[in-house]
């Protein structure tokens, strides 16, 4: 009986172990292995800043920087998510000029803490959490709910 008790506890800690294991597949590589376009976006916008790490998982690449922005690259090295540190702006300049004079009027002394490519445009969080969605061009679709 103990036997049994012992086998299905040892069974159970296995399957525990498997289930636990890491799926990722984050492959570290060396930030002048990134692509072109991912290193000049970071000494674009990122000039005083140094890159911490860098892993590629799939068809994405993510970066960390000294500062503890994390950036996001496709396969070829174009920007998908721009995160900064809870209380941080990201740069301004990668993407459409119309967001920023949309956020100065409607949300004046704002900032964007985090932005990302989506499939309607841009998707937006603002310092204070709040989550816009602007299209292509950067017009004003709405504020996000979700």
């Not at 409607?106 to 989506?118: D, R």
């Amino acid at each position: 009986m103990w036997k049994k008790i012992l086998l299905g506890l040892v069974a159970v800690m296995g399957l525990s172990l498997v289930a636990c294991s890491d799926d990722d597949k984050d492959e570290p590589i060396a930030a002048e292995n990134l692509p072109a376009a991912a290193r000049s976006f970071i000494s674009d916008y990122y000039p005083s800043t140094y890159v911490i790490s860098a892993n590629l998982d799939d068809n994405e690449y993510e970066v960390v920087l000294s500062n503890g922005h994390i950036l996001d690259f496709d396969r070829s090295g174009v920007w998908q998510d721009v995160d900064a540190p809870y209380g941080e702006s990201v740069p301004n300049g990668f993407y459409p000029s119309a967001i920023d004079d949309y956020i100065s009027v409607s949300y004046p002394g704002n900032g964007i803490n985090e932005i990302s490519k989506s499939s309607r445009g841009y998707e937006v969080e603002l310092l204070t959490g709040q989550d816009l969605d602007f299209d292509r061009e950067g017009a004003f679709l709405g504020v996000d709910v979700d």
